[in-house]
């Protein structure tokens, strides 16, 4: 069946460094990519998206690109801030929007 | 755009109780889902609504979880006869058809089963 597996946290970074979460779909068709982010206390986000392959998402900082050959949607930011500390969700959809299916989440802290 | 929103956002019940959340979506979206949240892990999917018809329910909803969409508009998730593993964050989020899939989500309702 249709799945997201995300690298399991949580993540420790030093503000201004390089953040990497790696991202991995399962799913027939062509799904639409997601990440979301939860900030504690809150509920979930939209960060960005992708709807095709090759297709990069952007916000705040962050990036993620669509890449259909590895069956990733990795998220990237140059330099983290300690504001961007969170719980970071990927997801996927198919086309039809009925539902989403979640990763488990990765919990990164931005340490001054 | 008032975003979605969701009440209580706290429910302290003991087992056995019946409990009622409500969501109210985003006034021009006609989906609205339910998700369930625990500790440590992604939401999982409940049930979906497209205005008032519900035309999905996931394996997750046992028969003492019950939702409706009367009118098209607010939804109501009950859970009857709750037990200890009820407790999580309940979350709605609603989207327009048609959209890119977008869903946008309320701030959850925490349950609590004693």
């Known amino acids: 069946g249709d799945s997201v597996t995300q690298m399991e946290g949580p993540v420790t970074l030093s503000e201004e460094a390089f953040l990497t979460i790696n991202c991995t779909y399962t799913?027939?068709?062509?799904?639409?990519l997601f990440w979301y982010v939860q900030y504690p206390g809150e509920g979930l986000q939209l960060l960005l998206k992708a709807t095709k392959a090759d297709d990069k998402g952007s916000n705040k900082g962050f990036e993620a690109t669509y890449r259909k050959e590895t069956t990733s949607f990795h998220l990237e930011k140059g330099s983290v801030q300690v504001s961007d500390s969170a719980v970071y969700f990927c997801a996927l959809s198919k086309l039809a929007g009925n539902q989403f299916y979640f990763g488990t989440g990765t919990s990164l802290t931005v340490i001054p | 755009d008032t975003g979605v929103s969701q009440n209580p956002r706290h429910k302290i019940t003991k087992r056995g109780q019946n409990v009622t959340f409500r969501c109210d979506p985003i006034?021009?979206?006609?989906?609205l889902y339910w998700y369930r949240q625990t500790l440590g892990q992604g939401p999982e999917f409940l049930t979906y609504?497209?205005?008032?018809?519900?035309?999905?329910k996931s394996r997750l909803l046992s028969d003492r979880f019950s939702a409706e969409r009367p009118k098209g508009s607010f939804s109501t998730l009950e859970i009857q006869r709750t037990e200890q593993g009820d407790s999580a964050m309940y979350l709605c989020?609603?989207?327009?058809?048609?959209?890119?899939?977008?869903?946008?989500f309320g701030p959850g309702t925490r349950l609590t089963v004693l």
């Open positions: 609504f497209q205005n008032e018809a519900q035309l999905e």
């Open positions: 989020a609603s989207s327009a058809s048609g959209s890119t899939d977008t869903q946008y």
């Open positions: 799913a027939t068709g062509y799904p639409s």
């Open positions: 006034s021009e979206h006609n989906r």
